[in-house]
């Protein structure tokens, strides 16, 4: 059968992976696909690195546009990256009738209703298993494997850095700044790591897997998003002590008056596998009403787990680029017109438990005052560690685990108990999900 | 759109699951599908309880013949079990050009190649992830999610009665009889556990996998199998202490010469999360040459879960039901073409490391005689425990954990070592796997 030529946009880390594996695997991949799949064209500013990774077979080239257009491309590949030349091709790609298959989280979950609507409108496909959690299926597991459920939530670990840089801060018991240095010597973090510490990523790959779980649009500006910069590891260890692990989590949640789309550091029980997820690895819990609690687990990143993706992505596009609309899976797991215009809820009612950890003058009462305000608005604790003061000190650290309340319920009692005079400065706040 | 029209055979746990969550989730599963799924006749013996589950919508019956041969009906649910009836039930849907979603393993374990190959010729399709460690989309990520992998090996908890005894079995320090009595009141295991304690359905199960991640026919006849019966609780303990959990694993492994598949308890190490899926769970590890290790969990059993997998499947194929075969996912995921005839191993040629648990005469000179067998036969040691012997007895144990060898290397060293006077009985034996 006639191959599938295939153009590439970006050469780099995951360009190359793709390269690699296409060709490693040319014939278990022919013999799924049935058809052979065949970079035909590289576009990539540095033509030299392009040469050398694309060797002399495939048209290469400079000028990314000319691939977009050429006639003899059937699926444009996009792993540029960022909002800006990426989003330009991909919509010129799709203007001209190619599919497309694209990494780019930050693109699909800024721009992404724009795109499929585009595509939708042009009978194309665009695919994006890529985009989230490198080589894990999970883009998948959510659009085709439960489809039978009503998706009640997910939580996931989609950052690798981060969790390399948590998991060595609880191994070693070493300081934010301190692991963020020896990431970005090993390779785990990025010279600019912001868009990973901040949670900026996370929350871009959330974003995407909150759209096709709940069938809504994308909505990354109204995601609640933190990092782990002002993370203590003082707070990693109590938390170890009350038998939780700290995890970065990127969480949605649907609930009838809206959705939750958060990303913050969360506190979870040890012993729930997502918990003891190490290093750079990323994990996704997908709870559904008929099958439960779901788990998908894998390499995050790297060249070629996020090519198995894209790869994934080629042989399905390429099976069904001939066929009927009909016949694909919608790009966000609902059909288009079936899209729900269910808002994101703003984080203030979202619903979760809470860590909390306060300094206070070690005398009588203060206990009784602390839990009077919580009995107050309707939180009740769930347990509790109160230190033995340090030999001359008269102050006293107190942590608390809370059943669940409204954020904002959390935040009024938060601000009650940091003004009785006893309670010095502010209070460390951290959310904990249960997960079952 | 016009709606899809399912018959169901056979209205038991999943029947009964399947119909619950179809009409739960009826609106969710349409906006997903494009239109809707509906079950119009349903066949089962006990017409009593057919009614009692279907109500008054489809039509009941208890000829299930009648519905394969119904020209309403687009796809034939088979949940009825076993080779016998639901065989020529199967064959028949086919015959009469209906697609067929089961859950149904050992049927397709042991008539699989029959029945694809019938189903290829007609041009239907044949949809199994219900056969598979239940609501988990195992199926989906081997066929689809790693299609651009050469999957190396793949290892599964995917019987959970028998995960649940092993689990109570270490958790509670009880031999395997009493905690086999405890699950049966449970209803985690049935009144004849046979197939699942022996290690047969997750045998089957693995048989399927093995065809699917490989490219090659089913071969039940040829897989290895042990259950746990024998498994004596010391064992457990020994490994604990040597940082190991023993699982009943499917294991199939692609090598140059044939194919390992296999079905045995296994110590792991603790520290993988595959060791650490626990009670009645399922859990299964995928290698592939460019992802690496993934791992998908959930429930494997019950009717939801097991229901949520059919389902997916109802959409799946609703989905492709008037597309050109050329557009489907080939029921092996490999070209029918294309499915190549490589073998399963003897158990002699499997390639593991191994537990050993021998008795011997306390004095010296033993365990000399010992590691010297082992060192000639090329087998290392990675650990030992030798237990003291205990107050006015002269025999104590041994354990040790050899590094990788062939199996027939490590059946001729063990004989060996059972040949010595010193050592009293038969050796423990059980392989060892490290999964990374």
Redo the contacts between chains.
């Keep these: 059968m006639k191959a599938i030529n295939v153009g590439l946009l970006g050469i780099g880390t995951v360009g190359g992976?793709t390269f690699t594996?296409?060709k490693?695997?040319e014939e278990?991949?022919t013999?799924?696909?049935?058809r052979p799949i065949r970079i035909t064209a590289v576009a990539d500013k540095n033509l030299e690195l392009a040469r050398k990774v694309a060797g002399t077979g495939p048209r290469i080239t400079d000028d990314a546009f000319s691939v977009v257009a050429d006639p003899e491309i059937d699926i444009v590949v996009e792993l540029i990256g960022g909002y800006g030349i990426a989003k330009e091709l991909v919509l010129k790609a799709i203007e001209n009738g190619k599919h497309v298959v694209t990494a780019n989280k930050a693109l699909l979950a800024v721009h992404g209703n724009e795109i499929f609507a585009a595509a939708q409108k042009k009978g194309v496909m665009v695919a994006f298993?890529a985009a989230v959690a490198?080589?894990?299926?999970i883009i998948?597991?959510l659009r085709?494997?439960?489809?039978?459920?009503?998706i009640q939530w997910l939580a996931g670990i989609i950052n690798g850095t981060t969790n390399f840089i948590l998991s060595e801060m609880r191994d070693k018991g070493l300081p934010f700044a301190d692991v963020l240095k020896e990431a970005q010597a090993l390779g785990y973090a990025e010279a600019d790591p912001t868009f990973d510490i901040e949670g900026i990523d996370a929350a871009h790959k959330a974003t995407i897997m909150s759209a096709i779980a709940f069938?809504v649009p994308m909505q990354f500006s109204a995601a609640h998003v933190e990092g782990i910069t002002a993370l203590d590891s003082v707070d990693i260890t109590y938390a170890e002590q009350l038998g939780y692990r700290i995890k970065l989590l990127g969480i949605s949640r649907m609930r009838p008056e809206g959705i939750e789309l958060r990303v913050h550091p969360t506190l979870i029980p040890a012993k729930r596998?997502i918990a003891?997820?190490e290093g750079a690895m990323n994990?996704v819990v997908v709870h559904?009403?008929?099958?439960?609690?779901?788990?998908?687990?894998?390499?995050g990143a790297g060249a070629?787990?996020t090519?198995?993706?894209?790869?994934?992505d080629?042989?399905?596009v390429t099976?069904?680029h001939?066929?009927?609309p009909?016949?694909?899976?919608?790009h966000l797991?609902?059909?288009p017109d079936?899209v729900r215009d269910l808002k994101v809820l703003p984080i203030e009612e979202v619903i979760t438990s809470y860590y909390l950890r306060m300094r206070v003058e070690d005398k009588p009462g203060v206990l009784a005052d602390i839990t009077r305000i919580l009995a107050d608005s309707g939180i009740s604790i769930e347990a509790m560690i109160q230190k033995e003061a340090p030999e001359g000190s008269s102050q006293t650290d107190i942590i608390m685990l809370t059943h669940e309340t409204v954020e904002k319920n959390a935040n009024a009692a938060i601000a009650k108990i940091e003004a009785l005079p006893v309670v010095q400065g502010r209070i460390t706040r951290l959310r904990m999900e249960n997960l079952q």
């Design positions: 992976g594996v296409l490693r695997n278990e991949i013999r799924r696909a049935g298993e490198g080589g894990i299926p998948k597991a085709e494997g439960l489809s039978a459920n009503r069938g596998l003891n997820v994990a559904g009403d008929a099958v439960g609690a779901t788990l998908y687990y894998g390499k070629e787990p090519a198995s993706a894209v790869i994934a080629l042989v399905d099976r069904l001939t066929a009927d009909e016949h694909r899976v919608p797991a609902f059909q079936q």
